[in-house]
């Protein structure tokens, strides 16, 4: 059975840092991706960054290129998302996904394993 804890949420000033965690259990490597979606309120669900557990690749989404980070531990099943120079906009709950790769990486339907969320909330 697949299971997500995510942790690491908080509430910082804009500029600030936070960095999230999500450990998987009962998840093979082959062919899987790892990734981070975030939802405001009254917003769709949209990806911000993913990764490939058994290759590294990476994606992002443009909004956070050149602030956020998403890495993994390969041993431990487990994916960061360091998040630098917040902004207010972006103030939401972060998630994180599992699943086969392919179909798209931003794509939520692509993923049919979720994480609680970890709020995250910057101020100006």
């Known amino acids: 059975q697949v299971q997500l804890a995510d942790s690491g949420g908080g509430s910082v000033q804009a500029g600030g840092s936070l960095r999230l965690t999500c450990a998987a259990s009962?998840?093979?490597?082959?062919?899987?991706?790892m990734a981070w979606f975030r939802q405001a309120p009254g917003k769709e669900r949209e990806g911000v960054a993913a990764i490939a557990l058994d290759g590294g690749k990476t994606h992002y989404a443009d909004s956070v290129k050149g602030r956020f980070t998403i890495s993994r531990n390969y041993a431990k099943n487990t994916v960061y998302l360091q998040m630098d120079s917040l902004k207010p906009e972006d103030t939401a709950m972060y998630i994180c996904a599992v699943d086969s790769c392919g179909g798209g990486w931003s794509n939520r339907i692509m993923y049919k394993y979720w994480s609680q969320g970890t709020q995250v909330t910057v101020s100006s």
């Open positions: 009962g998840i093979t490597h082959i062919n899987t991706c």
